[in-house]
């Protein structure tokens, strides 16, 4: 038997064990997922969405609450006051501006929504206008809320789950190993404090990262088991969109065969979770319904922070025609 014919033998049965029980952790030979045929892995990491979560979609948006002057050095943030990116820049939204954005999202079909904000942390007056939002989001809609903010105390995102917060969202972009080459200004470690202080709370924790950095693929199922030791809800993946006057500018893109072999993978080590498509969707030419065939079953949409390059109407079309339901 060749070795192809052998991979593809061995990553179904990996599959298939799965679905039985087996967790893959940091003692397994992860090689099998790096080397077999694509369509095989693609075909049993959708094969373990099923076997977990059936054929429900989460859709979320996020709306941009406070942007630009960010102190942190982030090699991909356009939002980092380090480098010249004519990046918009304002303060905290006007309550009623991200309540009407709610609300457009909501009519919409969506049923998740963020506040976003650049910067380390959100203190004072910026994090009294983020609790008076949410309290009036859970009162004056349905949807699920979601706070991402940065670095936050224990007692911060209390506040935040009392006024209504369901979810943070904490990437910890990449491995540990790689996480110094992407930021200097805080630590893996920061993050990995944050989540804990975030699940203290009582809080649902979004975390994933952005694939296409320069990292390894060591490095990619690296943070894939990270995330599954720290039993991460939702796992947002973002395709590196090099933004001009960044140092990840010049970084050549990533393919869409490695995006669909990384969605995969993280699909088989956290077969549980919401593998949700973030900003780079674009690249693919409709709208990457073949990353949703491929183990993702949850996608930022809309156009806001995050670029994806799709809307939420198109978008909910494509997961209608694969079968989902919203």
Known sequence: MSNLHSNVDSVSRLAEEII??????RTDDMSVL???DIEELCSGADAIRKAFCGDKVDLCTIVNGRSGRCSEDCKFCAQSCHYRTNAEEY???DVEEIL???RQNEAAGIHRY???TAGRSIKGKDLEQALT???RLQEESSMKLCASHGLQTLEEFQQMKDAGAERCHCNIETSRRYFPFVCTTHTYDDKIENI????????EVCSGGIIGMGETW???VDMALSLAELEIDSIPLNILRPIPGTPFEELPPISNEDVLRTVAIFRYINPTAWIRMAAGRGQFTDGGAKLFQSGANAAITGDMLTTTGTSIADDIEMFKQLGYEL
């Open 114 to 116: 963020s506040i976003v």
């Open 34 to 36: 790096l080397s077999a």
């Open 91 to 93: 303060p905290f939204m």
């Open 133 to 135: 939002a949410y309290r």
């Open 100 to 102: 009407e954005e709610g």
């Open 196 to 203: 804990r202080r975030a699940k203290e709370a009582g809080l």
């Open 20 to 25: 039985s029980g087996r967790r893959m952790g």
């Open 218 to 220: 060591e490095d990619r």
